[in-house]
């Protein structure tokens, strides 16, 4: 269909009466329709006929057709506008969109082409859209076609509806930039960048930023963005642990603070928590602050700062903005998998234990309705595209394992689970004890190798075992298992797994008594004793 939209707009821009010829990527009607257009002003009766039979046939299944038939509302034949108008009528919803182009025609010189434009519009008239709204399914187009869309209500099948609450028009730009000497780092520039307004102003968002030493390669430094979690600041440390892998990094502080204490590269001595005079809101633990207005809460301002940091790299000459990752950790997490839903520019994700669903701790159940629209990742998540590296540790204390896995299942590209069998959870060891985290990335956007993938577990009828494809190279596998009620993260049960040919099949039946389920694996090769795991597959009892 993105296709045949396209067709349309090249259509419309060169003011052409339709696009003759078949389109390479056209909808499979495309061709059979302009070739009835061509018979519906043959002087051969019969040829017409047949014409007019097949646009007889026209229905709602024809809604991939949409773009064509309006395009071809501006063909110079009367016969070809009728007929268009006549057909979107019969499409019915899908061609909501269009009624703004039919109608024009109600000018039409040609009486006939007004008749049918008038006949479209009364059956579209019951889904003409508020003029003032965006539909659901243009929401969706544009958000796809243009992240910079928001603002409006949209949906994907299946998932409920979200509220884009960002001006992600305004994100896209540049930040202005404001030198400091405060919080100086060995090795680093520090500055602040604007973030989004608050109360009336511009907030300030304090920053360091450092490249690796030398020259950028061709093209520009690959870079990552580094979102920290509760009671984490901009740590020069995890900007350095980038520069070493050949990354240039950016470490924000998103809760309004000036660097403070000792950990991982903070110098100076100074209190951990110091607000700074152009500072936005800090987190109110789980959205306490979801009372206030959408732009006085915490979550609102971290994720347009995040946002932010990647339009301030992307301006940057230094910069590959082909190869801008992301990563977060705890609340970071929580964070970047909302962004990665919202701003589609990031070349990868890399959430670090925190993830969607969080639960309603003390939202009100309207609060709560309304956190679920907009700021939870679960409803941005189904608009996330590239590719994400979820990781955690089984013995993870504060999100829920199954909904971080949850999380994963539901993003829209492809999304790869390294759950570790221990993993402390803390700044730090979210980048240090992770090496998966560096592999991902270079395989993403420096042509390393892949890490390997495990598709979506099932029982399979023919033997009753539990089956799963994989890509790569897998060293072993097991299948992990909870035969708990309810979800506590901690150890699954295991049943050993043998490898064959690109599938993983366990090595007996998952026990009756099995509640959840997933496949754990330590890749092979360049990834040997990489974790890599599927997504969790709750059994309905």
Not at 55 to 76: C, I, Q, R
Not at 314 to 323: A, F, G, L, T, V
Not at 416 to 431: A, S, V
Not at 509 to 535: Q, Y
Request: proline content about 7%; some cysteine.
């Amino acid at each position: 269909m993105r296709a045949g939209l396209g067709v349309a707009l090249v259509c419309f821009a060169s003011t052409l009466a339709y696009c003759a010829g078949a389109e390479e990527g056209e909808t499979p009607r495309a061709e059979a329709i302009k070739a009835n257009f061509a018979k519906l002003v043959s002087e051969d009766k019969e040829v017409k006929r047949e014409a007019l039979l097949y646009f007889g046939k026209v229905d709602k299944t024809f809604a991939a057709e949409v773009p064509l038939f309006t395009a071809s509302l501006k063909d110079k034949r009367n016969q070809v506008r009728a007929i268009s108008a006549y057909s979107l009528g019969k499409i019915g919803q899908a061609a909501a969109g269009s009624t703004p182009e039919v109608e024009k025609l109600l000018t039409d010189p040609s009486a006939t082409v007004q008749k049918h434009a008038k006949r479209a519009l009364e059956r579209l008239k019951p889904f003409k859209p508020d003029p003032k709204k965006v539909t659901p399914e243009e929401a969706e187009r544009l958000l796809a076609k243009n992240p910079r869309s928001s603002g409006n209500k949209d949906e994907v099948a299946g998932t409920a509806k979200r509220i884009v609450v960002w001006n992600t028009r305004e994100l896209f730009e540049s930040p202005e930039v404001h030198a400091t000497k405060e919080r100086p780092a060995n090795g680093m520039k520090s500055f602040f960048y604007e973030g989004a307004d608050y109360k009336g102003k511009p907030t300030w968002v304090f920053t360091y930023y450092a490249t690796p030493g030398g020259s950028p390669p061709k093209g520009g430094w690959p870079a990552m963005v580094c979102a920290h979690g509760g009671g984490g600041t901009a740590f020069p440390a995890w900007v350095a642990h980038w520069n070493k892998k050949g990354y240039a990094a950016i470490a924000m502080d998103l809760e309004g603070h000036l660097p403070g204490g000792g950990h991982f590269g903070v110098q100076g001595g100074h209190p951990a928590n110091q607000p700074h005079k152009n500072a936005g809101p800090s987190r109110d633990g789980w959205f306490g602050d979801i009372a206030l207005p959408d732009k006085e809460q915490w979550f609102y301002h971290a994720v347009a700062d995040v946002i932010r940091a990647n339009s301030l790299l992307r301006s940057h000459p230094e910069i590959n903005k082909e190869k801008i990752g992301l990563t977060g950790i705890s609340w970071g997490g929580t964070i970047v998998s909302a962004v990665a839903g919202i701003d589609s520019r990031f070349a990868f994700v890399i959430p670090v234990y925190g993830g969607g669903y969080i639960h309603q701790h003390k939202m009100t159940a309207k609060q709560f309705r309304e956190y679920n629209t907009k700021w939870d990742p679960a409803a941005h998540l189904p608009y996330a595209k590239m590719p994400m590296l979820w990781v955690n540790g089984f013995n993870e204390p504060v999100f829920p394992l199954d909904l971080f896995c949850k999380s994963a299942g539901t993003a829209a590209g492809t999304s790869i689970l390294c759950i570790r069998p221990f993993l402390i959870h803390g700044h730090g060891f979210g980048w240090e004890e992770v090496w998966e985290i560096d592999g991902f990335a270079n395989g993403v956007v420096n042509g390393g190798k892949s890490i390997p993938t495990l598709g979506k577990p099932r029982v399979n009828r023919r033997d009753g075992l539990v089956h799963a494809k994989f890509t790569g190279e897998l060293k072993s596998a097991v299948l992990g298992y909870t035969t708990a009620a309810k979800w506590k993260n901690g150890a699954l049960r295991t049943i050993p797994c043998t490898i064959g040919k690109g599938e993983v099949i366990a090595s007996k039946p998952l026990p009756r008594e099995a509640r959840a389920f997933m496949i754990n694996a330590r890749g092979g090769g360049v990834w040997t004793d990489g974790c890599v795991g599927s997504v969790l597959v709750p059994v309905r009892r």
